[in-house]
Each structure stands twice: as C-alpha cells, then as structure tokens.
C-alpha cells in the first residue's frame, strides 16, 4: 500500500487577521518615517548582490530571497509594523557612524561594528558565522584599507555576538598575544548552559523565534525583528583572553578609551556597555 503525502500551503490571512492588520495602520504612526532616514545615514557602500557562501559553494546568507519587500504596502498576510521593520532590515553594507567607528548592516543577524585604534582595528560583536564576519571584515578592508585587528571584544554571550571571530582573526595570534579577546564576566559559563546544557530546547525554540526554516515571502518567513534571519555558516569561538568583572572598568584598547559597564541578567546572562569618551559614543549592546 502506498500512501500519498500531502504537504499543506501557505494559506491568505482570515478576514479577522486582515481586520486586525488594518488596525494597525491607524494606531501607529506610519507617514513618520524619519526611521528610514536614521537607517541609511552613514551609508558608504555595500555589495551588488549581498549572498554569502561558504567553502564548499553552498549560500549561507541572502538577502536575493527578500526582493519581495521592495512593495511599500504591507500584504494582508504581514503585520504592517512587521513589514516596515523588514523593509527598514533591508538597509546593508558599511556605514560610517561617527568619526574612528564604522559598521557592517545587513550581512546577517546582527551588526559587526569596527573601530579604528592607533595600530589597527577594534572588532565588536564579529556576527553569527565565520563567512558572513569575513565577507563584512572584507567590505570595510576594501574602503579603509587593510590594518591588523588588534582586539576583538563580545558585548555579550549569544551567538550572534561571537559566532563568526575566527573570520576576522587567527587563533595563534590570539595564543601569541597579537590580539586581544575582551569579554564580559561568566562569559564562557554562559556559553555553556545556553549552548550545550540546553543546547536542544534553545535550538528548536530559535527555529520558532526566527522561523528560518521557512521559505522566504509575504506567507512565510519575511523578517526576524532584530535582521532578517539567522546566517548558516560556520560558528566559530576563541576563548576571551581578557575578562571584565568589575561593575565599571576603564581600560584603554588599542589607544582607545573605553569604559566597560557590567549589565549582567539582562538581555543576555553575561553583557556588557561601552563608552568611549574620545568618540563621544556608546554602546549598550542589545540592551537598547
């Protein structure tokens, strides 16, 4: 006996979802839209077509798959405060954020932010995979010239914060000394009871958050809130060499003074701020 698999498709939004979308656009204010402006000040360059792959040619990140959010109007299947942020997610490439500090937007989940030191470079938060850190550390090398990483440092302990370091540096010269790898306290402890302790249940529970195993469109997965969706190439990680434990510490990196603020048990179990106040700027990591 043979049976026939049925797979079930994507179905149009009730008239009770449609109702509740179209509230939506009365109770926030979408003719404001100074956010799309913030999102593309800085903007120097990006890639013609943002698709990543790895070693072995397979794409781990895309942004191809999102043409479908180039239409203004939200469809009757999308929260239109859900498509506006996706439309806003959108936005790609390197940025110049203040004087010494740039970022890399849109080649995965999180941004990986650079600063300029006397020597080299201050990598924070180097993305999800290896590739995609590699493709953003490649993006600003091709604009502001190539310079050693003298540090990398991890806002906090989730993955997209660390996963892709060993794109943008070598762990021998992390052994010998050559870059710094600043993390805050429990750093590593946290990793674990994520990660490996509870590794399954926070596995399937991303794949809910994220949805990434979705087709990409207006009746599947169409954005992630905080990017578009989590990158799949190689997670990566080299153990910090430098811990921040006391509530408020200063140090200087690279010539770079930086004033770390221990804020753990919030967004993440281990996470820290930033200021720099050479820069006049500051970093609240995902707390924000």
């Known amino acids: 006996m043979m049976s026939e698999r049925h797979t079930e498709q994507p179905k149009e939004a009730t008239p009770v979802t449609q109702d509740r979308h179209r509230a939506v656009l009365t109770s926030l204010p979408f003719d404001d839209t100074r956010d799309f402006d913030d999102a593309s000040r800085g903007f120097i360059t990006s890639l013609p077509d943002v698709e990543i792959h790895n070693d072995r040619g397979r794409v781990i990140w895309s942004l191809r798959e999102y043409a479908f959010l180039t239409h203004e109007a939200a469809p009757p299947t999308v929260n239109p405060s859900l498509w506006r942020q996706a439309r806003l997610n959108m936005n790609n490439g390197l940025y110049r954020v203040t004087d010494r500090i740039y970022q890399v937007r849109g080649f995965d989940i999180s941004n990986m932010t650079i600063i300029e030191g006397e020597r080299g470079l201050i ?10 850190a590699r493709a953003a550390l490649d993006l600003y090398v091709a604009h502001r010239g190539q310079r050693p990483i003298t540090a990398v440092i991890y806002s906090h302990s989730h993955v997209d914060h660390y ?52 087709f990409k469109g207006p009746r599947g997965q169409v954005d992630a809130g905080l990017g578009k969706v989590v990158s799949r190439g190689t997670v990566t ?8 434990r006391e509530p408020v510490e200063v140090h200087s990196i690279d010539g770079v003074e930086i004033v770390f603020q221990l804020t753990p048990d919030t967004e993440a179990k281990a996470e820290m701020h930033m ?12 707390n924000v």
């Open 275 to 286: 200021y720099y106040p050479g820069l006049k700027a500051l970093n609240l990591a995902e």
């Open 237 to 244: 990680l080299i153990a910090p060499t430098q811990i921040i």
């Open 123 to 132: 990598i924070i938060d180097p993305l999800v995979s290896a590739e995609t």
């Open 163 to 214: 996963g892709g370091v060993k794109g943008v540096i070598d762990e021998a010269d992390v052994r010998a000394g050559h870059v710094a790898v600043i993390a805050p306290d429990r750093f590593l402890e946290e990793i674990t009871q994520e990660q490996v302790l509870v590794g399954g249940p926070m596995i399937r529970r991303a794949q809910f958050q994220f949805g990434a195993t979705l």
